[in-house]
């Protein structure tokens, strides 16, 4: 998964994508929970939109929208699990230049998406 950080572009850790890149590994009920997950904050969204157009009372859209926010950070850290249990881990094991490029990316999450 290439990132950015203020260093430049930080490559794939894993080596193991390219453009048009695919999830390694990933477990086909992981993958239903998570869409079904997504397929909940969506409506939930929808549900704050509503919400705004009638004027709902403030502190109890915010109430919702923190609700969003953890659903989202749920369904991410099912996705970083995925991705240390697998490609992470693949690149540590080949060592050398994966390797580094894996502590990379990972840093690179880590500080890109704990905000």
Sequence with gaps: MATTNP????PCGCGAHAEG???VAVDPAIKERN????RRIEGQVRGLAGMVADERYC???RTQIASVH?????VGRE????????CAAS?????????EAMYDELLDLIYTHSR
């Design 91 to 99: 690149a540590i094991k080949a060592g050398d230049a994966r390797a």
């Design 70 to 74: 953890e659903a989202l950070r749920s």
């Design 59 to 61: 502190a109890a859209i």
């Design 7 to 10: 260093a430049g572009p930080v």
């Design 79 to 86: 996705l970083m699990r995925n991705h240390l249990r697998h």
């Design 35 to 38: 869409l079904k997950r997504l």
């Design 21 to 23: 890149r695919k999830a």
